[in-house]
């Protein structure tokens, strides 16, 4: 429903105008927050709003309560570029993830510009008025709508409602309990149980020998392995840079360290794929021993970063391999039994508790519909712009993290660009930029190019890439950075507009 302005004042039917903002957040989590630093850093007058669906901040890191809930990329490079991460663990634990979260709002003043319990469930963009309106759900079942210049989507990449599960036949006759990480009860008790958590990915890794803790023993049963790399729970470099010099000069050596250290093995992943895969299964061979089957249990059909590699910390899941606590078996399951699961070999694992490590679903725009001018946004076909903006959609970003680095770098990175962007239109009187796919040269390509069942399933859900700047990013930080920081704002692709809106013709 389009808007409409009576006696200067937009009004939706019988409805009080709507609150305006310069610029809309929609998510509280680690990217929207570092959004609103960005963006209150840069102009300290912007009239800003974070809307928050949820009751509390922190998105993934408040959401997931699993045990041993964790990051698997160090936080030098998973925290903000502006504020260090001053713990003594790389690979931090989801409290002290949440805890810097909520640190960083409340030092920045950002806390108090969060409306929790606000769902943005529709955002329709009008040419005439150059604004969005976003239609927010409350609790309690209230709609409101606020209008702004910029609508900014910090809403994450997943459904927050439930995660990916896939079906199996006689999941219904299983007597104990079936749970999803993403909805870990509180009061689970698995002392003494004989656990089973199916998958292979970042979440099994890390629940296994976290669950090893209580549980009698934990399964990990994958139908195919991942590439599991152990690293060192806290940064060497960091420890030793520790008092020597100061903190946020340290926080910055060490990021850098990280940064291209990811880098190369990416490129080196890429590029010596063999070299790579022998790297890490002789480091698993060595922690597992020689009677270990590694090529079973730990050698994927894939190239090193075809998937996004698990890494654990100090060697955890090999360590909790070899105490006994916990198994792998590699097989498939043919259905679920009252007493665990039937594998397709024919074994049978008995189990009291299953836990679906099955993944996320993945979902765009934190499920919010996007309307332009009374056409709806159907964001597989938009092609992504600097991997922040999309096709034909004016004054919308959106903050999508790396896939094979720290989501942060890139979310630091949209959130800096997105500044630069709003300073160059304040300064020339623009209030509209949208990028348009003018070249005819341009190839459409899958926004990610990873082969992990998360993305193949999310491919009719995911915009496009182009085959060439600025419709492609590098995947690569440093690249990116310069990018980010140093390209043309006036690239020839985004274009930009000055609309004398009727609201403040009106006013
Ligand atoms: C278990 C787990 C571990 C991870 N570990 C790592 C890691 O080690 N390294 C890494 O780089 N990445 C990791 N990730 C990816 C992770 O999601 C990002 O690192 C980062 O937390 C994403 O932050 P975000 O703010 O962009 O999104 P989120 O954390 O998902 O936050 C999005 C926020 O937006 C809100 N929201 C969504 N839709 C709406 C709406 N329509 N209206 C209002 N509010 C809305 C949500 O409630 C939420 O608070 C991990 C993900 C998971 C699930």
Redesign the pocket.
Known sequence: MVPVLEDGALVRGDERPAEHFDVII?????????AAYHLQKEFPKKHYVI????G?????????R?PG?????DMY??GYRFRPWKEAKA?AD?PS?LKYIRETAQEYGIDRKIRYG????QAEWSSEEAHWTVE?AGTGGTTTRLTCNFLY??????D?AAGYMPGWPGMERFAGPVVH??NWPEDLDYTGKRVVVIGSG??AV?LVPAMTDKAEHVVMLQRSPSYVLALPAKDIAAEWLRGKVPARLAYMIVRWKNVLVAMYLFQQSRKNPEKIKRWILGLAKKVLGPDYDVAQHFTPRYNPWDQRLC?VPDEDLFRAINSGKASVVTDEIEAFTEKGLKLKSGEELAADLIVTATG?KV?L????EVWVDGQQIKFPKTLAYKGMMYSDVPNLAS????TN?????K?DLTAEYVCRLLKHMEARHYNVCTPRKTETDIDEEPAIDFSSGYIQRAMDVLPKQGSKRPWRLHQNYALDLLEFRFSSVEDGTMEFSRVSKLAEARR
Request: charged share 10%; with cysteine; proline share 1%.
């Open positions: 929609v998510g509280a989590g680690l990217s929207g927050i570092g809307l928050e669906g949820r509390a901040m922190g998105g993934t890191w408040d959401l997931f699993y809930v964790r990051s698997d990329s490079t998973l690979i989801g993830i606000c769902r943005a469930k927010v989507m910090c809403s994450g990449y997943y927050y990480p993403q970042a979440t890390t890494f996320l979902q725009m934190g499920g919010m903050s999508f993290g790396y680095a720290s989501w942060t770098l979310s």
